[in-house]
């Protein structure tokens, strides 16, 4: 797969992280404290949803010269990436439509 693809998949997975971190930490402001395991779960949705939103803005920034591999296990690695942040875009799309 050549670089525009690539970076395809990584902008369409750092928007997505970019929405779903800003809806989880906007969450996180409002829920109250009686309910822990709500608030630890939605934590952590949160800081996976921003490490994705890093991982895809670092990987744009670097560029074709940024020493990441055009390989079938880069592709496999940001397919996933993407396919996991637009899951996640989906879902919570559909929950503040209803």
């Known amino acids: 797969m050549h670089w525009p693809a690539l970076t395809a998949l990584d902008a369409v997975t750092a928007v997505c992280a970019g929405f779903n971190s800003l809806y989880f930490l906007n969450r996180l402001l409002w829920l ?38 055009e390989g079938p296990g880069r592709v496999l690695v940001s397919g996933v990436s993407m396919a996991a942040s637009v899951g996640v875009t989906a879902m919570l799309v559909r929950r503040i439509g209803r």
Do not use: C, F, K, T
């Not at 009686?34 to 560029?63: F, H, K, N």
């Open 32 to 69: 109250d404290g009686q309910d822990r395991g709500r608030w630890a779960a939605v934590a952590v949705l949160a800081l996976i949803s921003v490490a994705m939103l890093l991982e895809g803005v670092s990987r744009l920034a670097a560029g074709p010269a940024g020493g990441y591999e």
